[in-house]
């Protein structure tokens, strides 16, 4: 994905978005302390790290808490982009809004219409779905190890909802032509299928790299992620990177020429990556 006419070019705004289960986040643990090195390199050179998940704003914020970041952040697929309350140009910035003690952008659809949505995909396919509004609390912590604070963030959702295919034998591209026909998008991420409006993580991606633009002139963009709905925001940066899982992608050379594998899982894949990319660019990036 490196562009010819970036390369060596020490001027450019760095700017780094990063999917977090099996990415940023170990798959099972959750945990992201081997990403600390990179992390405090960015946070030294003030290059932010953009978090691009099917999780909550309210999840999101605690993890931004945990790893000292202050920069804006997408939730839910791409339904939001969430920016700090003094983030620089924000009245420049067209349909954002106040969100508590931030700002935000909604571009995706609200939940309850999503929910409705989703049973009338499932009758209409003859497909039987389970979404997040469905299940009782402990049935989200079995399937995803949340703590029972964390599950009580993870419910709090505006614009994605996941679900599960209890029919696994079913052909599951009905799924995807159903939610189609009304306007909506289904994504597999690593545990589940999301259906959201027509907001992905890479038009959220490609909108937040042209604020930047406005802000700062050259930007050099990476995105690392795991799983197919991040492949969304692989197609509006500079370097793509996948990071290794149980999963194997046909064609993803082919899909998104130059991209790099990592050859270790979750954090500790994360970090040698964006410490490689980092330090072959010799970036030098100025003030957020």
């Known amino acids: 994905m490196f562009r010819d006419d970036k390369k060596g070019d020490n001027s450019l705004f760095f700017l780094i978005f990063t999917d977090l289960d099996g990415t940023l986040l170990d798959h099972d643990s959750y945990r992201w302390e081997e990403a600390k090195p990179a992390l405090s390199h960015c946070q030294k050179n003030r290059i932010p790290v953009v978090m691009v998940s099917s999780k909550t ?39 954002i809004l106040p969100a508590n003690e931030k700002l935000k952008l909604i571009l995706g659809k609200p939940y309850d219409y999503l929910v409705s949505q989703l049973d009338e995909i499932s009758m209409e396919t003859g497909i039987s779905l389970k979404g997040f509004s469905q299940m009782s609390r402990e049935e989200i912590i079995e399937l995803t190890g ?11 959702r505006d614009f994605d909802e ?16 159903s939610a189609e026909k009304r306007g909506l998008m289904i994504s597999e991420g690593g545990r589940f299928y999301h259906l959201h409006g ?10 937040l790299i042209s604020i930047y633009e406005r802000m ?25 990177v996948l990071i290794k899982s149980k999963k194997k992608f046909k064609n993803l050379e082919k899909m998104f020429p130059g ?30």
């Open 216 to 240: 700062h002139g050259g930007i050099f963009s990476i995105a690392l992620g795991d799983s197919p709905n991040d492949f969304a925001m692989f197609e509006f940066v500079d370097q793509a």
């Open 259 to 288: 991209i790099i594998i990592t050859e270790k899982q979750g954090p500790e894949g994360w970090n040698m990556a964006v410490l490689g990319l980092l330090k072959t660019r010799r970036e030098v990036s100025p003030d957020v």
């Open 162 to 177: 996941p679900f599960i295919v209890l029919d696994k034998e079913k052909n599951r591209e009905q799924l995807y032509f």
């Open 57 to 95: 704003s309210s999840e999101i914020e605690v993890l931004q808490r945990d790893m000292k970041l202050n920069c804006p952040f997408i939730s839910e697929n791409g339904g939001g982009i969430f920016f700090p309350g003094n983030f620089p140009s924000a009245q420049l910035i067209e349909g």
């Open 198 to 207: 027509q907001s992905d993580k890479g038009k959220a991606v490609n909108r």
């Open 146 to 156: 949340l703590s029972p604070r964390e599950c009580g963030l993870a419910i709090k």
